[in-house]
């Protein structure tokens, strides 16, 4: 069984510039949530696709976006870079119930210059 | 909406002795708890969960949680630590009815021999 996978594992972009980060979720899993997680602190919830629909958003901006594919794998994609985006980015894939465990990648870590 | 607070940042221990990690939340409906455990440079591992029935739930590496719902806590203990439990812990709570976690900010756990 193929755990949670992310790519690129290292990014180092520009601010203004965007960037698009990539997941593949554990087999079985209809679900993954994307977390950033600025040095120092806990993961923040950015948001969670349920069956390629969102299903629920944290305090991010419009310029932070998502799809998910038919097959679960799932992209994050961020516009007009900030320097405050330079964060680790951590997918995380569930099979969908709540209270069901979330399986997490290693994560991107993303550096804005 | 849910937060949670992890009262202490650090926790310095030596080899073999018990040790407490401390978690208190606030939240206006019923929640689930969890605590996640962070190795340096990987994603996050699944510790233990609380979901219903027995406040006292025992995870994975030996750790144990109770879960004080009139004290909103979730205390995470393990009686004899070992150099390799030093990671960052994260207690993490989410509503019955959504999925998305809310993290505290962690607390680094340093076992030393």
């Known amino acids: 069984e193929t755990g949670v996978t992310q790519s690129p594992t290292h990014l180092i972009k520009t601010r203004g510039q965007q960037v698009t980060l990539r997941c593949s979720s554990q087999?079985?899993?209809?679900?993954v949530s994307w977390y950033q997680q600025a040095l120092g602190q806990g993961p923040q919830f950015i948001f969670q696709y349920y069956r390629e629909e969102e299903n629920g958003r944290g305090n991010f901006p419009p310029r932070f976006s998502g799809l998910q594919f038919p097959n679960y794998s799932s992209e994050l994609n961020v516009n007009a870079l900030e320097l405050d985006d330079s964060a680790l980015y951590l997918c995380a894939s569930s099979p969908g119930q709540p209270g069901d465990e979330q399986y997490f990648g290693p994560g991107t870590r993303l550096t804005v210059t | 909406a849910q937060s949670v607070t992890q009262l202490d940042s650090q926790v310095p221990v030596f080899e073999e002795a018990p040790v407490e990690l401390r978690c208190n939340y606030s939240s206006s409906v019923s929640v689930y708890l969890f605590w996640y455990v962070q190795y340096p440079n990987q994603g996050l591992q699944l510790l233990l969960k609380?979901?219903?029935?027995?406040?006292l739930v025992k995870g994975i590496n030996g750790f144990e949680a109770e879960f004080n719902k009139s004290q909103t806590s979730f205390h995470l203990r393990k009686p004899s630590v070992h150099i390799s439990d030093t990671a960052e812990y994260f207690c993490a709570v989410s509503d019955t009815g959504r999925r998305a976690l809310t993290f505290g900010s962690g607390t680094r756990l340093q076992v030393q021999p």
């Open positions: 087999s079985g899993h209809n679900t």
């Open positions: 609380y979901l219903s029935g027995s406040t």
